[in-house]
């Protein structure tokens, strides 16, 4: 909620007070507006002249009436320098589940590598089957040797060397050993986290062959978003995001937060909808999420609404993301039907055990 407070004695003051209540009737935004006209309090705000007008307790006119449009402005730059303050505040503790397999170094590197840019930390975790050892056979170690043995093993196997941990590291890495079933013990462990990112294939064994990989697993039922990785991407600031659930408009402030990392002027949203018709209309899409960007300050970030004719799903967003570049594929789960969160979790589970041009973001709101 952004905090707006009016400051002023008479005509000139009921005037400014008219033209915040027009202007913010343009901008979509939780607002708590006050207006003080008693001189005492007005002199602890520190203006120089009135009236003045305050966002967020921080003076942007005073001594003259701004026009509505330039009220408009400086609200949604207040908005803008919230969400580019506040950006990297959503990927701070990073889960990143191992198996022992290439896919999941892999997936490890890339966290890495998105941790240096974000400024955030990572935990490294395995799930072991308990008795069983990881090629399930038994095995008869006692659980306290074994899990000093593997917690060696997972530092040996990511590559972290005494160089790495020392000051010049710039990611801190925790390693973390857990017994159970993978899915489970992950989804458990995801609540203490910002963000999973796991490799989209790993270890196949008879029990994901009956009900799908470890990831897709993670990715349907975690408390936190998942990142789904596949062994040829490498991390790179995101520059074009392709929004895949047409219905479920990507949250702003994590678009914003996502976008922060790059420089590059041109970042841009693109909301894809792939489907089998012929004719596709946008003007519904394009109306929503220009009040969302309206309401967020999103002015440096572009988007674009585009239809992939395609029976499949995954074969419409490997086409769109490669001919436009696409640096980062998010999926909106939030679905209120149970239809509706079926065929989300279907697409869901296609994608992670798929080779995707690009990471795929699953957020579930």
Do not use: W
Request: glycine letters at 6%; hydrophobic letters at 40%.
């Amino acid at each position: 909620m952004i905090g707006i407070i009016l400051l002023g004695i008479g005509e000139r003051s009921n005037e400014l007070e008219l033209l915040t209540l027009e202007a913010l009737s343009k901008i979509p935004v939780d607002v708590k507006m006050e207006v003080i006209n008693d001189s005492r309090a007005i002199l602890k705000y520190n203006v120089k002249r009135i009236p003045a007008l305050l966002v967020d307790n921080e003076i942007v006119f005073e001594g003259r009436l701004p026009k509505e449009d330039e009220i408009v402005n400086s609200i949604q730059e207040k908005i803008y320098s919230i969400n580019k303050k506040d950006k990297k505040m959503v990927m701070s503790k990073i889960l990143v589940p191992i198996d022992f397999s290439e896919t999941s170094l892999k997936g490890f590197r890339y966290a890495k590598e998105m941790a240096e840019e974000f400024g955030a930390s990572i935990t490294v975790v395995h799930v072991s089957k308990g008795l069983l050892d990881d090629d399930s056979t038994p095995t008869l170690i006692p659980l306290k040797t074994r899990e000093k043995t593997m917690l060696g093993n997972m530092k040996e196997f990511v590559g972290l060397t005494p160089n790495m941990e020392g000051p010049r590291e710039r990611v801190k890495v925790d390693f973390r050993y857990e017994v159970g079933f993978p899915v489970e013990r992950i989804v458990a462990l995801s609540p203490q986290f910002d963000l999973i990112v796991i490799g989209a294939t790993g270890e196949h064994g008879v029990v994901d062959k009956l009900f799908g990989s470890v990831s897709s697993g993670v990715a349907q039922r975690a408390k936190c978003p998942v990142l789904l990785v596949n062994g040829n991407h490498i991390f790179t600031p995101y520059r074009n995001i392709l929004n895949a659930a047409k219905s479920n408009a990507l949250n702003p402030k994590i678009t914003a937060r996502l976008l922060a990392a790059s420089n590059d002027p041109g970042k841009t949203v693109h909301f894809v909808e792939v489907s089998n018709r012929s004719e596709f209309s946008d003007k519904e899409i394009v109306d929503g999420i220009s009040e969302v960007y309206l309401k967020n300050g999103l002015k440096d970030i572009d988007f674009t609404v585009a239809h992939v004719q395609e029976d499949s799903v995954v074969k419409g967003l490997n086409r769109y993301s490669e001919e436009n570049d696409i640096d980062l594929i998010v999926m909106n789960t939030k679905e209120k039907s149970l239809l509706g969160r079926l065929f989300l979790e279907s697409q869901t589970k296609n994608i992670a055990q798929s080779k995707m041009n690009a990471p795929v973001l699953v957020i579930h709101e």
